[in-house]
């Protein structure tokens, strides 16, 4: 029999600063967005008890005990996801120099100090889509679990898989130049299955394929195919097997539509995105989603060259970008769900929220923006059940902004408040109740 919770309120009795009420709280605003495309709560309370919401509702009693944070003419949001960030990239190093240049420690604490900027910035989830020296991730992301390092969850694709030649693979220099400790490419639907699996062995949580060339890579142009239709089926024949998902990197339309059938989780950047990838989109039926990464663009057209990407790059960024614009407009005509992702490093960490202005100029609404970066992304994830969402049984991952984000999306680029797990991190609104 355990005799502790009657050793507890045996002790309660006796001193008046009982802490029974230890980790509740109780969060007060103007207003509540809950992430699932609802009318707003005004005003709004939330429940927290210990790392999850336990309560929502514009009146809530106050348990004794309690501590109340009163954000007063603040919006409260659930906690932003990221689909697709390179949290170990540091910004303006170019992921070829990484692996010449630096040892994986440099991506390990340069990855450390871009979560915590992350987090700050009011994302409070991510799916992190690699990093040059593989499996940092891993560490980074149990590193947080464990409360080591500030961060946002992290779910992580470990090593991604690269055709040889393909936009992933880390020994196109020299043939003299090897980088034997990254051992990421497959070039048959065996090898891919090769690759899933040692992934999933190396505690990756899904694959990320590239599916198409890349703008930062040297070799085929974005618009090219790099794995057979056979290498696409076989890597999610796999990870499936593994209950896990696929992401592919895809900016044409043959590596968008081969992985659509193929039947991955999301087709990351999208960028020559058509009706007909439209159609299909909407038929799987929520199987697969389109991840666009329009920020990229502007960053790169506006400070590409301090950054250090090569002239090359930067000329294969701005032939795509009005293509990946006319893709995203089409998207949201067709009234598609649209996944929310930035490819930080490629844009400064903790630029985030910048995404948000790009999809308003394309003409999404800023509630459908939300709700893209909160319960939809989490739907994505397989994470609608603890992140993304207001709700009683979620964890306590949530943002408050000063203005109201729904009258201006602009809103969102300054995150006043961040509370993830129970905890909070950054606060610059309330008006703290005396303690
Ligand atoms: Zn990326």
């Known amino acids: 029999m355990n005799l502790r919770p009657f050793l507890f309120a045996a002790l309660c009795a006796v001193f008046s600063t009982c802490s029974f009420a230890a980790g509740k709280v109780v969060l007060k605003a103007a207003k509540l967005i809950d992430g699932r495309g609802g009318a707003p709560l005004a005003p709004a309370m939330v429940a927290v008890e210990g790392d999850r919401i336990v309560g929502v509702g514009s009146q809530l009693p106050v348990p004794e005990g309690a501590k109340v944070i009163d954000l007063g003419d603040a919006t409260l949001l659930p906690g932003l996801i990221d689909l697709h960030t390179h949290l170990c990239g540091k910004y303006g190093v170019h992921w070829e120099d990484e692996l010449v240049k630096t040892t994986p420690a440099f991506s390990a604490l340069w990855g450390a100090h871009n979560a915590r900027i992350t987090l700050d910035a009011g994302f409070t989830t991510v799916r992190d889509m690699g990093t040059?020296?593989?499996?940092?991730?891993?560490?980074?992301?149990?590193?947080?679990?464990?409360?080591?390092?500030?961060?946002?969850?992290?779910?992580?694709?470990?090593?991604?898989?690269?055709?040889?030649?393909?936009?992933?693979?880390?020994?196109?220099f020299s043939p003299y130049v090897l980088v034997p400790s990254v051992d990421n490419l497959a070039d048959s639907p065996q090898e891919v299955v090769k690759q899933v699996r040692k992934n999933f062995k190396h505690r990756a949580d899904f694959i990320k394929l590239l599916a198409t060339g890349a703008v930062l890579s040297k070799g085929q142009?974005?618009?090219?195919?790099?794995?057979?239709?056979?290498?696409?089926?076989?890597?999610v024949t796999e990870a499936n097997r593994w209950g896990r998902q696929v992401a592919v990197h895809a900016h044409g339309l043959g590596g968008i539509k081969t992985s659509i059938r193929a039947g991955v989780r999301t087709i990351d950047h999208?960028?020559?995105?058509?009706?007909?990838?439209?159609?299909?989109?909407?038929?799987?039926?929520?199987?697969?989603?389109?991840?666009?990464?329009?920020?990229?663009?502007?960053?790169?057209?506006?400070?590409?060259?301090?950054?250090?990407?090569?002239?090359?790059?930067?000329?294969?960024?701005?032939?795509?970008?009005?293509?990946?614009?006319?893709?995203?407009?089409?998207?949201?005509?067709?009234?598609?769900?649209?996944?929310?992702?930035?490819?930080?490093?490629?844009?400064?960490?903790?630029?985030?929220?910048?995404?948000?202005?790009?999809?308003?100029?394309?003409?999404?609404?800023?509630?459908?923006?939300?709700?893209?970066?909160?319960?939809?992304?989490?739907?994505?994830?397989?994470?609608?059940?603890?992140?993304?969402?207001?709700?009683?049984?979620?964890?306590?991952?949530?943002?408050?902004?000063?203005?109201?984000?729904?009258?201006?999306?602009?809103?969102?680029?300054?995150?006043?408040?961040?509370?993830?797990?129970g905890r909070v991190w950054k606060d610059r609104l309330s008006r703290r109740a005396p303690e």
């Open 132 to 172: 040059a020296w593989p499996y940092v991730d891993v560490e980074l992301r149990d590193a947080i679990e464990a409360g080591a390092v500030p961060g946002p969850r992290m779910m992580v694709a470990g090593s991604y898989v690269s055709s040889t030649g393909g936009a992933g693979d880390a020994q196109q």
């Open 270 to 421: 999208g960028s020559y995105l058509d009706d007909e990838a439209i159609r299909m989109l909407q038929t799987s039926n929520r199987k697969t989603f389109y991840v666009p990464t329009l920020y990229t663009s502007t960053v790169i057209a506006r400070q590409g060259r301090e950054a250090n990407i090569p002239e090359s790059e930067i000329m294969r960024s701005k032939a795509i970008s009005a293509i990946k614009d006319e893709g995203f407009r089409r998207a949201v005509a067709a009234g598609l769900p649209i996944g929310f992702a930035t490819d930080s490093a490629v844009i400064p960490h903790g630029e985030n929220a910048h995404e948000f202005l790009e999809r308003a100029r394309l003409g999404e609404k800023p509630m459908d923006a939300i709700v893209s970066a909160t319960s939809l992304n989490a739907e994505i994830m397989g994470w609608g059940d603890r992140v993304g969402a207001i709700a009683p049984g979620k964890f306590a991952d949530l943002i408050a902004v000063a203005a109201d984000p729904l009258a201006d999306i602009k809103a969102l680029l300054d995150v006043g408040f961040v509370m993830k797990g």
């Open 221 to 235: 142009a974005p618009a090219a195919q790099q794995f057979s239709d056979e290498e696409i089926l076989a890597a």
